[in-house]
Nanobody
């Protein structure tokens, strides 16, 4: 079992930056592939970025590529978000899975990111 707790959300103006953090705790939590998803009001949850178990591979949704950077430090994962746009407004969720291409097994409670125009 893995517990995920996000932090770092908030209100920022368009063009600004935020850094989200996700702390994973539990048994062998540092051995999980990690990811970030987001859900905007009235929309389905969507993939934003992921990082492999060893941290050597990263993947991004087209909408965030070049602006967001995912990284990890053992059992913590980060999402550096630059050049934020109003359409980035969403609740951001941290997720974890056992293997790099497997199903996402664990989810955090989410942190709100609001980008004002």
């Amino acid at each position: 079992q893995v517990q995920l707790v996000e932090s770092g959300g908030g209100l920022v103006q368009a063009g600004g930056s935020l850094r989200l953090s996700c702390a994973a705790s539990g048994r062998t939590s540092s051995s999980y592939a990690m990811g970030w998803f987001r859900q905007a009001p009235g929309k389905e949850r969507e993939f934003a970025a992921s990082i492999s178990r060893g941290g050597g591979s990263t993947f991004y949704a087209g909408s965030v590529k070049g602006r967001f950077t995912i990284s990890r430090d053992n059992a913590k994962v980060y999402l550096q978000m630059n050049s934020l746009k109003p359409e980035d407004t969403a609740v951001y969720y941290c997720a974890a899975r056992y293997v790099d291409a497997g199903p996402w097994m664990y989810w955090g409670q989410g942190t709100q990111v609001t980008v004002s125009s």
